[in-house]
T-cell receptor
Framework: AQSVTQPDIHITVSEGASLELRCNYS??????LFWYVQSPGQGLQLLLK??????LVQGIKGFEAEFKRSQSSFNLRKPSVHWSDAAEYFCAVGAEGSQGNLIFGKGTKLSVKP | DAGITQSPRHKVTETGTPVTLRCHQT?????MYWYRQDPGHGLRLIHY???????DKGEVSDGYSVSRSKTEDFLLTLESATSSQTSVYFC?????????FGPGTRLTVL
């Protein structure tokens, strides 16, 4: 079955500390992978995406993610977290020819301590 | 970002009443989606459309219907709202495998 797992429901980090959010997927086809961010009361905004090529992708707001096919993972990282990064983060997987349909993880809520 | 608007942004209604939520896009994207978002469940797909008058069911379609008579509009209807349909509803469009989201509609069914 196709699925996306975000093992951490809630993570708290100190401002300035590094961050890694985990995402594992199960998908039959070659995946397209996405990270979205949602601030409270807002819609989802795309942080970054992987379709093919370089497995380390850069996104907005200083985020990056690395696609590891052997581990079926697409973890999101940031070297130094800012208070404004507090939000909920969603990993999603899709594929070419899937009518744009994405499967979303249940999200990881990030809190940032001053 | 795709120009996606949702209306209304907030609605309170009573059990048993019909409710229609509207999604409007200005980007001429072919694919459109309706999701609901609930704590602990993430985003769950209700229905989607792959063109005018072409729609299909998603993961949680029971109690919902959709219509798409124009490329730019995708309507979600709750024929007889129930308290379990209290949620935040998001519309999205897709182009080249990427989805773009609207701001959401918060629906409360009393």
């Amino acid at each position: 079955a196709q699925s996306v797992t975000q093992p951490d429901i809630h993570i708290t980090v100190s401002e300035g500390a590094s961050l890694e959010l985990r995402c594992n997927y199960s998908y039959g086809a070659t995946p397209y992978l996405f990270w979205y961010v949602q601030s409270p009361g807002q819609g989802l905004q795309l942080l970054l995406k992987y379709f093919s090529g370089d497995t380390l992708v850069q996104g907005i707001k200083g985020f990056e993610a690395e696609f590891k096919r052997s581990q079926s993972s697409f973890n999101l990282r940031k070297p130094s977290v800012h208070w404004s990064d507090a939000a909920e983060y969603f990993c999603a997987v899709g594929a070419e020819g899937s009518q744009g349909n994405l499967i979303f993880g249940k999200g990881t809520k990030l809190s940032v301590k001053p | 970002d795709a120009g996606i608007t949702q209306s209304p942004r907030h609605k309170v209604t009573e059990t048993g009443t019909p409710v229609t939520l509207r999604c409007h896009q200005t980007e001429n994207h072919r694919y459109m989606y309706w999701y609901r978002q609930d704590p602990g469940h993430g985003l769950r797909l209700i229905h989607y459309s792959y063109g005018v008058k072409d729609t299909d069911k998603g993961e949680v379609s029971d109690g919902y219907s959709v219509s798409r008579s124009k490329t730019e509009d995708f309507l979600l209807t709750l024929e007889s709202a129930t308290s379990s349909q209290t949620s935040v509803y998001f519309c999205a469009t897709a182009r080249a495998g990427e989805q773009f989201f609207g701001p959401g509609t918060r629906l409360t069914v009393l």
